[in-house]
């Protein structure tokens, strides 16, 4: 396994993690049994960092982590991430000292905004964060899921030192190698990666890059899932949160991870999944309801957030209003039809921003085989 140091910090993080959301659900003494064998294992096979949130499943992922580190005597680095409701400095405050409570520890190695707050002052949370960072009680600073405008306001506001930013990274989106790779590399901050295998699952047999994938899965005696690790950890200072409860996936990925790709294999990954970014008619895309992806009807709903979405696609439409990028949502084109199957929340704010302005109806999209 290799590590990697964090600018400025002791830290010795390996290079893909355990990440703790989907799957990491309360079910009974079986289900958490399996949960701590799948923790357990991962620990032992040299995964030294678990990704987790106060909002994954009401706090059950943070108890599930406390549980299991009264047990386990080595040094597990935890990057948890605070709601963005409980911004600002009371409530910022009171979810620390319950994830500290949850997670049985004295600090949080790394603690991250989950999705940014626009709504409350910048300045208070960040103050508030570090003050926690003087007090001990964070060992880190870390945000997720910020837009380069938010980071760019982060570091006029204040002399803050941000360790690490977690983003959507595969092999399907890499709008981060453009829009943040750079900004990162100058700022010194590490990259976590998640959802690294999307859309990996979903590619047609006849499909040329399932092709070269398994082509080159095959050189290296891996699957196609090791060799995307592999070619993601070829990025500079990159972490990737693997989510899994399965210890046979969990050690194909740690497999994956110690792969070394020759320069040609990287170079064919790279070539056959530059996927172009594409400028869609907004009208163009069917937004027919599924049972894996609950969305809105129309603008009056998506105002209205019945879903509950954070930030609401009202607040984000204001952002994208005042020349905030727009991260490309992901669609699937099948007989000429766009489908939505990503970034719904990013979509309706679009729609809210720019309902009328003809010259505003295309929006960036990646189109998924």
């Known amino acids: 396994m290799e590590f990697i140091n964090l600018n400025n910090k ?3 993080l390996s290079k893909i993690g355990l990440g703790t959301g989907l799957g990491y659900y309360p079910g009974g003494i079986k289900q958490e049994k399996k949960l701590i064998n799948a923790l357990e294992f991962a620990i032992e096979n040299k995964i030294n960092w678990i990704d987790t949130a106060e909002s994954y499943f009401n706090g059950y992922s943070e108890k599930l982590i406390g549980k299991l580190l009264k047990n386990i005597n080595k040094n597990i680095y935890i990057l ?7 911004a600002g400095k009371l409530k910022l405050r009171k979810a620390i000292e319950n994830s500290l409570i949850r997670l049985n520890r004295d600090q949080i190695d790394i603690y991250q905004f989950h999705w940014p ?4 002052p910048w300045h208070e949370t960040l103050e508030t964060l570090m003050e926690l960072l003087k007090e001990g009680k964070i060992g880190a600073i870390g945000v997720s899921n910020f837009s380069p405008e938010n980071l760019e306001t982060v570091y006029n506001i204040c002399d803050i030192n941000i360790q ?5 990274y595969n092999l399907f989106n890499r709008t981060a190698e453009t829009l943040f790779f750079p900004f990162h590399k100058d700022k010194k901050i590490t990259t976590i990666g998640y959802s690294p295998f999307t859309g990996i699952n979903n590619l047609k047999p006849e499909s040329q890059k399932l092709k070269i994938l398994q082509n080159i899965a095959n050189k290296y005696k891996s699957e196609i899932h090791g060799i995307t690790l592999a070619y993601l950890l070829s ?3 990159l972490l990737i949160a693997v989510n899994s409860t399965n210890t046979v996936n969990i050690k194909n990925n ?9 320069d040609a294999d990287i170079d064919k990954i790279d070539n056959i999944f530059r996927d172009k970014i594409h400028f869609i008619n907004i009208n163009d895309i069917n937004l027919s309801k599924n049972k894996n992806y609950e969305t809105y009807s129309s603008i009056d709903e998506a105002i209205n957030n019945h879903l509950k979405l954070y930030p609401s696609p009202l607040e984000l439409s204001k952002e994208y209003k005042t020349g905030a ?14 489908k939505l199957i990503g970034g719904m929340l990013r979509y309706w704010a679009w729609r809210i921003a720019f309902d009328g302005c003809v010259n505003k109806y295309n929006i960036p999209a990646i189109i998924y085989d």
Do not use: D, R
Not at 164 to 168: A, K, M, N, P, S
């Open 325 to 338: 990028s727009l991260i490309p949502i992901k669609v699937t084109k099948i007989n000429n039809e766009f």
């Open 164 to 168: 690490t930013h977690q983003l959507e």
């Open 10 to 12: 002791n830290y010795k």
């Open 254 to 262: 740690i497999c994956g991870s110690k792969i070394k790709l020759e």
């Open 117 to 120: 707050n626009v709504k409350i």
């Open 235 to 237: 990025q500079a200072n």
């Open 80 to 86: 948890s991430k605070f709601s963005p409701q409980n």
